[in-house]
């Protein structure tokens, strides 16, 4: 019976353990979890670091661009202020587009291991009706703030892993 548990809960973590990966450029470094099934991609379409969940009609992707902007610790108070300017960014581009804002997410901070998250982000209908959900968070790392993008359809499990790799995110020296 022992075995037969042991041996269950170590295919479990096998099959569903996330690979750490270490992102090195000229503007910083960190590391972060790849999960299970998805890829990452350097240099893809103007972004410098990409996961790519697998595919489907509900693929998510999360982006990475450190900045190499370093030792930098954002005003909360300005970064709430700004959030009227980032509303009607989101909404210029969604009407380029012929897209539905369905809700803004408002601003909030948060402790992702020793350092300092800030978010945001916007749920929006594409011309299909197909809801997705963008969010942006912005790290403060010693050497690089670090500002990453999950974007995925609301609700599913890809874009759920998309939102969690911020928590896996570690600064490095």
Not at 31 to 58: A, I, M, R, T
């Amino acid at each position: 019976m022992f075995f037969k548990f042991f041996t269950a809960t170590f295919m479990f973590l096998a099959a569903y353990s996330a690979q750490a990966l270490t992102i090195n450029d000229k503007r910083g470094q960190i590391e972060v979890e790849l999960p299970p099934g998805w890829s990452y991609e350097k240099e893809l379409l103007g972004l410098p670091h990409v996961f790519l969940s697998p595919e489907g009609s509900d693929r998510a992707n999360y982006s990475i661009t450190l900045t190499g902007i370093g030792d930098v610790k954002l005003p909360v108070k300005d970064l709430q202020k700004n959030q009227k300017q980032y509303q009607e960014g989101r909404i210029k581009w969604a009407k380029q587009r012929d897209f539905k804002i369905t809700k803004f997410i408002p601003y909030v901070n948060f402790k992702t291991g020793l350092t300092l998250t800030h978010s945001i982000g916007v749920q929006y209908n594409d011309k299909k009706n197909v809801e997705y959900l963008e969010m942006s968070y912005f790290t403060e790392c010693q050497d690089s703030l670090v500002h990453t993008k999950a974007l995925g359809v609301l609700g599913t499990e890809k874009m759920k892993t998309a939102q969690q790799i911020i928590q896996s995110l570690r600064c490095k020296k």
